[in-house]
């Protein structure tokens, strides 16, 4: 069974302290891997896709990696206003075409 | 530009009591349209998709159903709302294009009680 697991589950961080959010993936034909983030009661938003192992993108203070099992998302010097939970999903190639595969999400939180 | 709408943002239903989310979307033409709940820490999950004006596959059998009934209209419904519907549903868009990224709409918070 196809399978995205994010971890942790929750962060803390003091503003200006790094870290990274890991997405595992056991998926058959993987043919992208998406980050979003997701801002209370709101839809997710956007951030990067992934599609090849040893890609990476960044965007601010951001940046997303890819391997063949796993993608992480770098946070470099978090502000208060990165807390949000970010989403990573794979897309996989099913009968009924591209199908996104969501994991539960990593809450991130950075306090002053 | 494209943009997607989505109806009401929060909604307080009785169990048995009917249910119809509307989501549109502006500035494209023939997208493929989804509909995802999200219940608390659990992910994201597909409910039905669209990839044209009356073709609608559902992902999980449930107490839901789906209709676009124009090109840029995708309607969530239930005849008779069970507890276990309350969550928060999502519309979302993409080109039809294989493997581009979803836009989503603001999301609908359902409580049924």
């Known amino acids: 069974e196809d399978q995205v697991t994010q971890s942790p589950e929750a962060l803390r961080l003091q503003e200006g302290e790094s870290s990274s959010l890991n997405c595992s993936y056991t998926?058959?034909?993987?043919?992208?891997l998406f980050w979003y983030r997701q801002d209370p009661g709101k839809g997710p938003e956007f951030l990067f896709t992934l599609y090849s192992a040893g890609e990476e993108k960044e965007k601010e203070r951001l940046k997303a990696t890819l391997t063949k099992k796993e993608s992480f998302l770098h946070i470099t010097a978090p502000k208060p206003e990165d807390s949000a939970t970010y989403l990573c999903a794979a897309s996989i190639l099913t009968g009924g075409g591209n199908k996104l595969t969501f994991g539960t999400g990593t809450q991130l939180k950075v306090e002053l | 530009s494209q943009t997607i709408h989505q109806w009401p943002a929060t909604l307080v239903q009785p169990v048995g009591s009917p249910l119809s989310l509307e989501c549109t979307v502006e500035?494209?033409?023939?997208?493929?349209l989804y509909w995802y709940r999200q219940a608390a820490g659990r992910g994201l999950q597909l409910l039905f998709y669209s990839v044209g004006i009356g073709q609608i596959s559902s992902e999980v059998p449930q107490n839901l159903s789906a209709s676009r009934p124009q090109d840029r209209q995708f309607i969530l419904s239930s005849k008779k709302l069970l507890l276990s519907d309350s969550g928060f549903y999502l519309c979302?868009?993409?080109?039809?294009?294989?493997?581009?990224?979803?836009?989503f709409g603001s999301g609908t918070q359902l409580s049924v009680l």
């Open positions: 979302a868009w993409r080109p039809g294009r294989e493997n581009e990224k979803l836009f």
């Open positions: 998926v058959s034909g993987l043919r992208g």
């Open positions: 500035g494209t033409s023939n997208p493929n």
